[in-house]
DNA sequence: AACGAAACCTGCGCGC
DNA sequence: TGCGCGCAGGTTTCGT
């Protein structure tokens, strides 16, 4: 479910919440999500700060950093102890205010790595990351994608060359750049680079401010996605008419994604 | 280096 | 009602 602008979401609600919290007790439901040393390095630390790295939350805590990845479908929610522990719930983690932060994924993609505190941003998998639309030098970004050969979409979601832009917002950037997604990268050109960039930071900003404003409809539900208050242009529109020209939205698999364009707009 | 397919999982909607 | 298929906002791995 999440790409930055969700994550981010999720970051600044659980920081709200549990920062300054105790962590006492970690119930884990489905091992391979998070393997028992971590289970016990947890319990007794507290919860210093919540920071994000493009799509990954990290929590600061005492003694460690535990990062985590929410993958498709990773959600948390607060409940009280008492409350049962539902199906796809996979991790629980007992809090010193009395509730429970509960990790859901139905398709337990989510990732939990513990690392210690002075070199976490020089492990995997930060280490893999690059910079986010934010941060990112446009002339840098340039030469990256000249030094390679692959379908400029395939390269948005490559998050060692840019982090944090995932399917949907990859579509939505090169529909607002009118560049076609299947468009080599070395044919993009520094100008078109930058557009990239400069359209990434304008769209992922919009789906920030609207996953601001969702959130606070769902009180406890803290994965919930800001995406449907936002306008997309071409992602999940196939047949549909380009609000630019009119033409039908045509989707491709690129990457092993559903990739959605339009031929016209989006030149190669 | 790039690309495709498969893997990791579950649930949903669809056509028959 | 059941079945099989395609699909899902992510990432890694493996073979060509």
């Given amino acids: 479910m999440p790409e930055l602008p969700e994550v ?3 970051k600044t609600v659980l920081k709200r919440r549990i920062q300054g919290l105790t962590i006492q007790k970690v119930d884990v439901y489905y091992e391979k999500m998070m ?3 971590t289970q016990q390095a ?4 507290t919860i210093l700060d919540i920071k994000r790295y ?3 939350i990290c929590f600061v805590l005492s003694n460690h950093i535990l990062i985590c990845h929410l993958r498709m479908e990773g959600r948390y929610f ?3 102890h ?3 522990v539902l ?4 991790i629980v983690f007992h809090l010193s205010d009395g509730l429970s932060l509960r990790y859901h994924d139905t398709r337990k993609f989510g990732t939990f790595d513990l690392r210690d505190k002075d070199r976490y941003l020089s492990l995997p998998p930060l280490s893999l990351l690059s910079k986010e639309p934010f941060d990112i030098d446009p002339k840098a970004f340039y030469l ?6 692959k379908a400029i979409k395939t390269a948005l979601l490559d998050q060692t060359i840019i982090a944090g832009i995932g399917n949907i917002y990859a579509d939505e950037i090169l529909f607002a750049c009118k560049i076609n997604p299947l468009r080599k990268t070395n044919l993009i050109t520094q100008k078109e680079a930058k557009a990239i960039v400069e359209n990434g930071v304008l769209i992922l900003n919009q789906a920030i401010l609207a996953g601001g404003t969702t959130i606070r409809t769902y009180v406890s539900e803290l994965g919930v996605s800001g995406r449907f208050q936002l306008k997309l242009m071409v992602h999940q529109r196939e047949g549909e008419p380009c609000y630019t020209c009119g033409s039908s939205v045509v989707r491709e698999v690129i990457n092993g994604r559903s990739s959605f364009y339009c031929k016209k707009c989006q030149s190669r």
């Avoid at 990256?144 to 050969?149: E, G, H, N």
Wanted: aromatic share 6%; no cysteine.
């Fill in 87 to 90: 199906k796809h719930e996979h």
């Fill in 35 to 37: 393997d028992i040393d």
């Fill in 8 to 10: 981010e979401t999720v």
């Fill in 144 to 149: 990256t994608l000249k030094s390679k050969s």
């Fill in 78 to 80: 607060f409940k009280h």
């Fill in 82 to 84: 008492d409350e049962p």
């Fill in 54 to 56: 493009g799509k990954y």
């Fill in 42 to 45: 947890l319990v007794g630390q």
